[in-house]
């Protein structure tokens, strides 16, 4: 019974959703952490385009294999998630380039991202109770 609920496909790409906002709340942290660290390079997440390809191929993401009885199940992956060097930006006079307006402006998206994504998921899961009842 609980297989059926693991394996929805909705709740795969939210949780992907959600683990990748994290990824992307804990990153600008540390941007704004560093922020007067000389010589620090800002950071950032694109997940959003992993997340697009898991919904493109309908929640399936093909693993690489290196065995021949690894087997390929799709309710079992995750997106992977990419940190890369934010581009763009002004590099102050000590090597740092974070700015802290995008930083604070890309937080506030991320949290908004957040809550709608777990008031997605807490709808899907109210109606899941309903029709239990």
């Known amino acids: 019974m609980t297989d059926s609920i693991t394996s929805d496909s909705a709740l795969r790409a939210a949780q992907n959703a959600l683990n990748g906002l994290t990824k992307k709340q804990e990153v600008i942290s540390q941007n704004l952490a560093n922020i007067d660290t000389p010589d620090y390079k800002a950071q950032s997440v694109d997940f959003q385009t992993t997340l697009n390809n898991v919904m493109g191929s309908k929640g399936k993401l093909h693993l690489i294999t290196n065995h021949i009885k690894?087997?390929?199940?799709?309710?079992?992956?995750?997106?992977?998630?990419?940190?890369?060097?934010?581009?763009?930006?002004?590099?102050?006079?000590?090597?740092?380039?974070?700015?802290?307006?995008?930083?604070?402006?890309?937080?506030?998206?991320?949290?908004?991202?957040?809550?709608?994504?777990?008031?997605?998921?807490?709808?899907?899961?109210?109606l899941l109770k309903q029709v239990i009842k």
């Open 70 to 126: 690894h087997i390929d199940t799709a309710g079992n992956q995750s997106a992977t998630i990419q940190i890369s060097s934010k581009k763009g930006g002004t590099e102050r006079a000590d090597g740092n380039n974070v700015d802290i307006d995008a930083e604070l402006t890309d937080m506030t998206e991320t949290v908004l991202n957040y809550q709608a994504m777990v008031q997605l998921v807490a709808k899907k899961f109210n």
